[in-house]
């Protein structure tokens, strides 16, 4: 019986799962429940938010980095980036040069101020630097951000799932989503931190196990770079300033760092690990073990792209129809090694430990947001209206996490059904962390680095940028962006859009907060807390104040 999903043509076949690939899979599973009961129970179990949320903040930089890893390749990066390069040519493998602006900025830039204040929550960055208002714009649109992001990731190995078993879509998304919760709402952010550790050696585990057999299959390393290089597809070094284009030096360099800082450096999912580490070195250091562990696994993610074109454009073998391009690399898998015992349930698990880590992660951090950012602030406004002190009960917080948790965990459920409806992987994830991350990291960057932004005008920059994402991102979805008349915002190549929602944001933000200093004279006055802003301002600031004293 062949899957309706996928036409494999003349001459192919598909191997579905045995019993060897089930037992793979349940103990994949099995590890995950296993990991949330035990950090749910052991030691009194979770009691405290401080617990529940950065797990006492007691982590070191190895299960951290670790965790990072597992939480930001999830499957959409597993399936989506070898069926970019397999119908786009090589030229995603300059994405990786971003890498080596994104980790030193986060280091040294965002890491120090984070960790230094002791929060749980980004965005009570936020409140610290230019109050409430922006606090609640920046959670909604992390919540916004998040939920479908999640969504994406539940349903990509649902995608890849239904190419090699009767599952239909629905139900491996439901149970993904059930694991996800289960584990999450009992163990808290132990769970999610060692389930990510044993998630990272099975991702990186099978990524070698694919590429190696996928190159012996293909012909050899030689051939399969020979066979690219005279198709003209690693022609990598393009330079056109067209943001139009989707691969281009440009966009996977400038654009790739851009819509990565907002995921890696100010979104919750990411700043919550950087918490719970035990010092601002080990969460450097966290950083710091990223660089070589991500680089290698993209090389290999991104070589398995120019292995797929390789061997599906030498006869006989012939490229599969398939109804959405990130079904290839399931496809060749199963086509190829299916009959080789538990080598399909290996890479089925390497996407469920990636939506498995990715899941957890966004619902932790979603709760985090809620109850520091939401819970936390309404519960003193209401005290302060009815003029009585604010009740704080730690245990009750605790509680409350859990329960949200579980509710969290059905929206998404309910959101990966939206899923279907869009386009590629890639494309998808992209445009939402570029979307809705720009405007939120220009928040940031504007409190860290500029010491005259203020409230106002940061937050009706991040307004407007905010909407502009939105406007592109439903534009891009429902117009053809090879037509040359469809409206230009509409066609930009998604890798811009945080580029240019930062920029649209910073703008404002700083046009802004000069006329609100001028209609509001008190801004000019106004004291900022050193602790808010990027180290070197400090020091300039501290050597400023030191001077003029002297004088």
């Known amino acids: 019986m062949v899957n309706d999903t ?12 045995g019993v060897l690939d089930y037992v793979i899979l349940g103990f994949v ?29 007691s982590m070191f930089s190895i299960p951290i980095a670790m965790t990072l890893l597992a939480s930001f390749i999830s499957p959409i990066t597993i399936l989506g980036k070898p069926a970019e390069i397999y119908t ?3 030229q995603y493998f300059i994405f990786i040069l971003c890498h080596l602006l994104l980790f030193p900025s986060i280091a040294f830039i965002f890491i120090p101020v984070f ?23 920046g959670a909604f649109i992390f919540m916004l951000q998040t939920a479908f992001y999640m969504a994406i990731v539940l349903y990509s190995p649902a995608l890849a799932i239904e190419v090699v078993t009767s599952f239909d879509l629905w139900k491996t998304m439901l149970i993904g989503g059930i694991v996800c919760t289960f584990y999450t709402s009992l163990g808290g952010m132990k769970a999610v931190i060692w389930t990510d550790v044993i998630m990272f050696v099975v991702i990186f585990g099978t990524t070698l196990m694919v590429i190696i057999t996928g190159v012996m299959k293909a012909g050899g390393v030689a051939h399969v770079w020979e066979t690219n290089k005279e198709d003209d597809r690693l022609d990598l070094i393009q330079f056109p300033w067209d943001p139009t284009q989707r691969m281009t030096f440009l966009n996977l360099v400038i654009g790739g760092f851009m819509n990565s800082l907002p995921m890696w450096a100010v979104s919750q999912t990411a700043v919550q690990r950087f918490l719970s580490a035990k010092s601002i070195r080990d969460a450097q250091m966290s ?33 599969p129809n398939v109804t959405k391009s990130d079904q290839i690399m399931i496809y060749f898998v199963s086509e190829q090694f299916g009959h080789v015992p538990g080598y399909q349930g290996l890479f089925i698990a390497c996407l469920w430990a990636g939506t498995l880590s990715t899941i957890s992660s966004g619902l932790n951090a979603m709760i985090a947001v809620t109850l520091e950012d939401m819970v936390k602030p309404y519960r003193r406004w209401r005290a302060k209206r009815n003029n009585v002190p604010v009740e704080e009960n730690d245990a009750s917080d605790t509680f409350r ?13 309910f959101l990966a059904f939206l899923a279907t409806k869009m386009g590629t992987l890639v494309s998808m994830g992209n445009s939402i962390f570029g979307a809705a991350g720009g405007p939120l990291l220009a928040a940031f960057t504007q409190g860290m680095m500029w010491k005259r932004a203020n409230s106002m005008g940061t937050l009706i920059g991040v307004s407007v940028g905010f909407v502009i994402g939105l406007w592109m991102t439903f534009g891009g979805m429902f117009y053809d962006a090879t037509d040359p008349d469809t409206f230009y915002l509409y ?17 404002i933000s700083i046009i802004g907060s000069e006329v609100y200093r001028h209609i509001n004279p008190s801004e000019i006055e106004k004291p900022i807390d050193p602790a808010l802003l990027v180290t070197f301002l400090r020091y300039f600031i501290n050597s400023f104040f030191i001077r003029t004293a002297t004088a």
């Open 6 to 17: 996928i036409d494999p043509g003349d001459g192919q076949t598909i191997n579905y799962l």
């Open 29 to 57: 599973v099995f590890v995950s429940a296993a990991t949330g009961i035990y950090h749910g129970f052991a030691k009194g179990g979770q009691t405290t938010t401080e617990q529940f949320l950065v797990a006492d903040r």
């Open 88 to 90: 786009y040519g090589g």
């Open 115 to 137: 960790h230094g204040l002791k929060i749980t929550s980004a965005y009570e960055y936020l409140k610290l630097r230019f109050g409430v208002p922006l606090q609640m714009a």
């Open 287 to 319: 950083i710091w073990m990223n660089l070589p562990f991500v680089t290698l696994l993209l090389i290999f993610i991104n070589f398995e792209g120019l292995v797929l074109y390789t061997f599906y454009n030498e006869p006989p073998n012939v490229p």
């Open 401 to 413: 996490s859990k329960i949200l948790t579980c509710i969290y965990g059905v929206i998404s459920i």
């Open 491 to 507: 066609r930009v190549s998604f890798m811009w859009y945080a580029t240019i929602t930062w920029s649209i944001s910073t703008l």
